[in-house]
């Protein structure tokens, strides 16, 4: 079985779930374009927000139209009351993510317009690339 994990110095690297010291060979790198999202949901709202933003909500099946789409991370701080969500979208690369969202504009704003009603703080924190 194969798993992506993060490696020595931050790097995706595909390795084997039995083996998880085993050393990393150059072949195993997986380049990534990571999309960052910090959300506050409305209160009462949490338990939708999660169903909609988490690796299998409607944001999730939205992407997973596209082959180059890896995968979606959502957290929620842990360490104060604030409600924070840190939601982190996975891409092959960059121009991937931008041909997925000039494929998919319209869908891509229908259901960000219907999910907003979520939210009472949405914050594009950046555009991040994996370094090798």
């Known amino acids: ?3 992506l994990f993060t490696g020595v110095r931050g ?23 990571v999309i960052l999202w910090r959300f506050r949901p409305m209160v009462g709202q949490e338990s939708e927000f999660e169903r909609a933003y988490c690796p299998s909500g409607e944001w999730a099946q ?3 139209r596209d082959h180059d789409y890896l995968g979606t991370e959502l957290l929620r ?13 996975r ?9 997925f969202r000039a ?11 219907r999910l907003e ?6 914050s594009f924190q950046g555009a991040f690339e994996v370094l090798s």
């Open 77 to 89: 701080r842990s360490d104060d009351e604030s409600g924070e969500y840190l939601i982190l979208d």
């Open 91 to 99: 891409w092959a690369s960059r121009a991937a993510y931008e041909a």
């Open 11 to 33: 790097r995706l690297i595909l390795g084997s779930l039995v083996r998880l010291d085993a050393p990393v060979a150059e072949e195993d790198y997986v380049p990534m374009y």
């Open 1 to 3: 079985m194969l798993a």
């Open 117 to 122: 009603e979520l939210t009472e703080v949405e």
């Open 62 to 64: 939205l992407f997973r």
């Open 103 to 113: 494929r998919w504009i319209g869908e891509y704003r229908r259901l960000d317009r």
